[in-house]
């Protein structure tokens, strides 16, 4: 055992309420106990976490501070040092950032027939993709139909999705699983099943988890990447986006990368562009910790704010009910959402449960927080930090002795490595910054308001409204990947390529010295900076 | 606040220099802690991507020791590096022309004959897989077992940079692991049913519908579904 002395007592309890739980129903809320909850405990409701963006297309909305504050900040690269007439390469489509939705993109693109180059800002593949855990989730089990998958989601975002995305992801997420299998991706099956797992993720109606273990993320981009590589698609690695290139038509027309080994900015010229630049966990939203992978910085969205993209739902953040609360060392890694499919159970310092642990994340998240500060039933850790329990043994109670070390392999190897045993102990955890619900507004083939300018993944808003279910994002990836990458390169048959310019980023500079915001920050930010006192682990409650 | 017990200052050595640093931090955290940024050497901080994979020696042991540096606390007096990258050729093969076989998997890796059996492979592994036992596999034809058993390989590239005969074990446990999923593993029979209803048309009418509901009638129909939740 690993946990001390002062944790060791409600372990206890939880392991005498043990049989009690087994059986115990817990209702789901209804629409208005849901509203109360949010309002009263999600972190996005708390006062002073927005402000309104006093500059740009989204003027007058509100957006979480963090990411108000890159959005409103001068260009990280001098457009006046930038020669435009020096040209990297030039491409019909140029996709930035390399993860599920990237090299998705990147993949479609060149089987269109464009030519395709492919900027990421850390390694090809490096992503929040490649720490999804759980699974993606199509419609694809005999009782199940996009037209329920499509409810669900409308419901779990509250009703504030764009509804054509949500269609296109509900009809293509089918294609998507096929693809992936076709490529190779070793789904776990139960071959005397037509069903995927048969358990539900959170807020889903029927089952429709497509998984490889707890590490589905890192084996599709492993096939993704190869997939890339054998098509010898042109990759610039440790390339960051600095700005967007515009052409004097006001069409997007490529970019400025950043070098970050050397620090050289290059230009790459594209007829087309698709951002699949992720998220904004390493912003560390209300100092959460977050689940993220080291590069999500926001990247993409400010780099599209600054060429004149609509952005959405910028005052939405996704915190995951459980990101490890102990160790110290994993603070914010997430733990699948799939062990409370299997059973799993949220306990407090009484031994207690607390709510059905398969609402959606923003309620399940809302209530952890309630039991630890509202209703201070948490349990501590040495260096303060408070969460509540997961109760894993429960899930080889209900499906057999093994099914844990079987079913998480990473996360068993993870805890293992600090003498915790999952299988026979609980986990400690507590909200993390997980997912950004909203981003660039795009139409259901991933174009934006910006001429030529695309967005998919992570990045692109709308399709999750305010609140993302488990498993969609896989999905959300591989669909709008899919759907940006061809439609941008059937799109670069049909366009040239005007005068290029940085004129938006002079513009966007005047914009903010005339409303006294050009002061010393610079976007976008890049990489989180952890040096020094920085590199001991943050966290909220 | 940040989660900082008290704990003891512990030499280290980076890259042969030494640094005092808090015993409690991850190797990564401790870089950090003495003033690097990270560019190469870091990606997911989760375990899963292999970009931070180190190797370290210790006094008390006359063996290489290896770990991700996102995963494995300091230990006291390690004179510890990273390996961001190591170069390896990627031939690119079509997973569609494909078999699960020995001679596929030599004809595109062809180092594999060349295994001597050393299992340093193995012990340059931070996932702790049984490295050398796969490439056994491999040679004998089970695809299938060295996919399963490489099911945690992050593709770190530790066992290739070792490898006396220069295999590159990871490129060709991703190739086992795809050609189990695409060609020894059963696909999900309800796929292509459903796909073709898709492709009819089948739920274009109940989309529209949803579509075009208003939202109280909206918020009903998904409270409804919500209470019939079902495992068919």
């Keep these: 055992m690993a946990y001390p002395e002062s944790m060791q007592a409600s372990i206890e309890k939880l392991e005498k309420s043990r049989e009690y739980r087994l059986n115990q129903k817990i ?89 395709v180059a492919l900027a990421t800002k850390l390694r090809l593949g490096d992503s929040n993709t490649t720490m999804a855990e759980g699974g993606m989730l199509a419609s694809i089990s005999p009782g199940d139909s996009p037209a329920l998958h499509y409810l669900d989601t409308m419901g779990g975002g509250n009703f504030t999705n764009i509804p054509e995305l949500v269609r296109a992801l509900a009809t293509d997420s089918p294609l998507a699983v096929k693809w992936l299998e076709g490529l190779g991706v070793p789904f776990d099956r139960d071959p005397n099943s037509d069903l995927p797992l048969p358990v539900l993720a959170g807020g889903h109606s029927r089952p429709r988890i497509c998984a490889v ?121 997430l733990v699948t959402e799939v062990s409370r499919s299997r059973g799993a159970q949220l306990v407090d310092v009484d031994g207690e449960r607390f709510i059905n642990e398969l609402q959606t994340r923003d309620l399940v998240a809302s209530a952890n927080v309630r039991q630890v500060i509202g209703r201070k039933k948490g349990i501590t850790t040495p260096s303060g930090m408070q969460g509540v329990w997961l109760d894993t043994p429960l899930i080889d109670t209900l499906h057999g002795e093994g099914t844990v070390q079987k079913s998480y392999t990473h996360l068993y190897h993870r805890f293992k490595r600090y003498n915790i045993d999952f299988a026979k102990e609980p986990i400690l955890i507590y909200p993390a910054q997980h997912y950004q619900n909203g981003g660039i507004i795009t139409d259901d083939m991933g174009r934006s308001n910006v001429p030529n300018l695309y967005a998919a993944g992570e990045v692109a808003g709308g399709v999750h409204g305010r609140n993302r279910l488990g498993g969609n994002s896989l999905s959300d990836l591989f669909v709008f990947g899919r759907r940006a990458g061809i439609d941008a390169a059937q799109r670069a048959r049909e366009i040239t390529v005007g005068r290029l310019s940085l004129a938006h980023v002079h513009d966007y500079f005047q914009n903010l010295e005339a409303a006294g915001l050009a002061g010393e920050t610079t976007s976008p930010q890049l990489l989180p900076d952890y040096r020094f006192d920085k590199a001991f682990p943050k966290f909220n409650q | 606040m940040e989660a900082k017990q008290d704990a003891d200052m512990v030499p280290v050595f980076f890259y042969g220099k030494r640094y005092d640093v808090p015993s409690c931090l991850t190797v990564m955290q401790a870089f950090e802690f003495v003033g690097y940024q990270f560019t190469r050497g870091c990606g997911c901080r989760g375990g899963v991507c292999g970009a931070c994979a180190a190797v370290y020696v210790h006094p008390d042991s006359n063996h290489l020791q290896v770990g991700l540096a996102c995963q494995i606390q300091v230990v006291p007096h390690m004179h510890v590096i990273q390996v961001p990258y190591f170069p390896v050729k990627k031939p690119g093969y079509d997973i569609d022309a494909l078999s699960p076989t020995t001679e596929q998997l030599g004809g595109i890796y062809p180092n594999i004959y060349r295994c001597v059996a050393c299992n340093t492979c193995t012990k340059m592994c931070p996932q702790d897989i049984d490295v050398m036992g796969c490439i056994s596999h491999v040679l004998m034809g089970d695809i299938d077992w060295a996919a399963a058993a490489s099911r945690d390989c992050v593709m770190c590239g530790l066992c290739t940079s070792r490898c006396p005969a220069e295999i590159p074990q990871y490129l060709i446990f991703l190739l086992a692991r795809r050609l189990t999923g695409r060609y020894i593993q059963k696909p999900f029979r309800n796929i292509p049913k459903r796909l073709e209803q898709i492709a009819a048309g089948e739920y274009e009418a109940e989309l529209d519908e949803l579509m075009q509901m208003d939202l109280q009638e909206l918020k009903v129909r998904y409270q409804q579904l919500q209470q019939d939740k079902q495992i068919i």
């Design chain 1, 27 to 115: 209702p789901i809320l209804d629409l208005e106990e849901k509203n109360q909850l949010l309002k009263d405990y999600h972190p996005d409701y708390r006062p002073g976490v927005h402000r309104q963006l006093k500059v740009g297309v989204n003027k007058g909305d509100m957006a979480v501070v963090e990411l108000a504050n890159l959005l409103e900040a001068r260009s990280k690269v001098d457009p006046k040092i930038v020669d435009l007439s020096r040209i990297e390469t030039e491409v019909d489509t140029l996709v930035i950032g390399a993860g599920g939705a990237g090299l998705t993109a990147a993949i479609f693109s060149h089987d269109e027939g464009a030519s």
């Design chain 1, 213 to 333: 273990g707890d590490f589905t993320g890192m084996s599709i981009i492993q096939v993704l990447r190869a997939e890339v590589e054998k098509r010898k698609i042109r990759v610039m690695e440790f390339s960051a986006v600095v700005d967007l290139v515009l052409d004097d038509k006001g069409q997007c027309a490529g970019a400025v990368l950043l070098d970050l080994l050397t620090q050289v900015p290059h230009v790459v010229k594209a007829k087309t562009v698709i951002l699949a630049t992720g998220g904004i966990g390493r912003l560390h939203i209300q100092g959460f910790p977050t689940t993220n992978h080291y590069g999500a910085t926001a990247d993409g969205l400010v780099v599209a704010y600054r060429a004149g993209a609509r952005l959405g739902y910028l005052d939405s953040i996704q915190f995951h009910p459980t990101g490890t609360a102990y160790p110290d060392q994993l603070l914010g890694l």
